[in-house]
């Protein structure tokens, strides 16, 4: 079975850093890239990064201004892990993230196409 298992939300006041896991199973890693998604309270779910898993290219999404400099993603393919650090964490971040996979090539832009495969959500709350 496919699964994307995202971990490592939490609780953290403003200014700290937190780094979200996705693990990834039951598909081929190498062909998908994995996106991290957020969904804040009354917002509409938004994409954050997504980084491909043949060969490490990273892409933002309209959220970079609000999270560039501060966000980075990275992959482990021997983990078959994607990573999601956040540093200087601000309380306008507080969301549900999301990883999700889609089938390389990356779709341009990556946040707007259907993406083959979802993980539950992780909880990420950033007090002020």
């Known amino acids: 079975d496919v699964q994307l298992q995202a971990s490592g939300g939490g609780l953290v006041q403003a200014g700290g850093s937190l780094r979200l896991s996705c693990a990834a199973s039951?598909?081929?890693?190498?062909?998908?890239?994995i996106g991290w998604f957020r969904q804040a309270p009354g917002k509409e779910r938004e994409g954050v990064l997504c980084i491909s898993s043949s060969d490490g290219s990273t892409y933002y999404a309209p959220s970079k201004d609000s999270v560039k400099g501060r966000f980075t993603i990275s992959s482990d393919n021997a983990k078959t892990t994607v990573y999601l650090q956040m540093n200087s964490l601000k309380p306008e971040d507080t969301a549900v993230y999301y990883c999700?996979?889609?089938?390389?090539?990356?779709?341009?832009?990556?946040?707007?196409?259907?993406?083959?495969?979802w993980g539950k959500g992780t909880l990420v709350t950033v007090s002020s």
């Open positions: 999700a996979a889609i089938s390389l090539p990356v779709p341009n832009p990556w946040y707007a196409y259907g993406m083959d495969h």
């Open positions: 039951g598909f081929t890693f190498d062909d998908y890239a």
